[in-house]
């Protein structure tokens, strides 16, 4: 039915199916307008019958193995979130595990350091015990009446005053500087802002195990980088020649800290756990760098003749 009416007229021109209504509305000045009766014969011998019905059953195949396919995406998401939560918690354990290694490694320096304080500062007691009670018997000695051992007394005691004396000196300029003192990686703490990140296929392309993960941008403009190195708490130093400058990123990839030097970084390497060194390519000069609460220059010196880079061996 349509408009209330049998749909029961075709139209040539249009190749459209219509009622009563629709022929007097949109078809009345159409010629090859004819009712379905009469065009309908032999319908499901022609060419057209056997075209419409290959293709539909091409479509439904189509659309089958479509479904098909979406019903496998979808295992294989369920296997792979599966497979990633069982990487995370590994991995967690993993960190678990090294987090509890470098606290029992930190205590036992607590301790050791504790114990090296203790002997000293235990050390100066028993010390201080000694002298006390020998210039105790002393302070006794000198109600004494004789005067002939008075005299003798006396003269042992101003010895034995300037013996303590000495000791309380040496006690107040070294012994009292016995503390204990830790300093926590805070920047590990810092750096710590996620386990990983979920990626879309096409940021990350995996060749073997190696896996690109991300993308930062350095300057805004142009920036040619000729040098970068790792630190032991994950901040990254990079030389940047384009502009002359070192500088430092943070685990988040972020630059929070740069220095300028007087030539063209060329390479960068670690030769500290806070110190970097990199080569001057125009002054054919070493500059060393300190990475403390900021950036800061430190010993330079001359090298005879031109270099390709700069590396530091820890062995």
């Given at each position: 039915m349509h408009h209330g009416k049998l749909v029961d007229m075709f139209c040539k021109e249009h190749d459209e199916v219509c009622c009563a209504v629709c022929i007097a509305i949109k078809h009345r000045a159409c010629v090859n307008v004819n009712y379905l009766s009469n065009i309908s014969k032999g319908i499901r011998d022609s060419t057209e019958y056997?075209?419409?019905?290959?293709?539909?059953?091409?479509?439904?195949?189509?659309?089958?193995?479509?479904?098909?396919?979406r019903k496998c995406k979808l295992n294989d998401l369920e296997k792979q979130k599966e497979k990633l939560l069982e990487d995370v918690d590994s991995f967690k354990e993993e960190l678990d595990k090294r987090i509890k290694e470098l606290a029992d490694t930190s205590k036992k320096q607590i301790f050791l350091k504790y114990e090296d304080c203790k002997k000293v500062v235990q050390s100066d007691l028993d010390?201080?015990?000694?002298?006390?009670s020998t210039m105790t018997t002393s302070e006794l000695k000198l109600s004494i009446k004789n005067e002939a051992q008075l005299f003798v007394d006396i003269k042992t005691c101003n010895v034995s005053i300037k013996d303590c004396e000495a000791l309380l000196s040496d006690m107040s300029r070294v012994r009292t500087n016995e503390e204990l003192m830790f300093t926590l990686n805070k920047c590990l703490k810092e750096n710590?802002?996620?386990?990983?990140?979920?990626?879309?296929?096409?940021?990350?392309?995996?060749?073997?195990?190696?896996?690109?993960?991300g993308k930062f941008k350095i300057d805004p403009q142009h920036c040619q980088i000729t040098g970068i190195c790792t630190m032991d708490d994950g901040t990254i130093v990079i030389a940047d020649w384009t502009h002359s400058k070192l500088?430092?990123?943070?685990?988040?990839?972020?630059?929070?800290?740069?220095?300028?030097?007087?030539?063209?970084?060329?390479?960068?390497?670690?030769?500290?756990?806070?110190?970097?060194?990199?080569?001057?390519n125009g002054r054919t000069k070493i500059q060393f760098?300190?990475?403390?609460?900021?950036?800061?220059?430190?010993?330079?010196?001359?090298?005879?003749?031109?270099?390709v880079g700069v590396s530091y061996d820890v062995s």
């Open positions: 056997k075209d419409i019905k290959n293709s539909l059953q091409n479509i439904l195949t189509k659309l089958k193995q479509q479904r098909e396919a010390n201080l015990d000694t002298v006390i710590l802002d996620s386990l990983g990140s979920v990626v879309d296929p096409e940021e990350a392309e995996t060749y073997d195990k190696a896996t690109l993960y500088k430092r990123l943070n685990g988040s990839f972020t630059v929070e800290d740069h220095i300028n030097v007087e030539s063209y970084p060329y390479s960068v390497c670690r030769t500290g756990t806070d110190e970097v060194a990199t080569f001057l760098v300190s990475l403390g609460q900021r950036m800061e220059l430190k010993t330079a010196f001359n090298i005879d003749s031109s270099a």
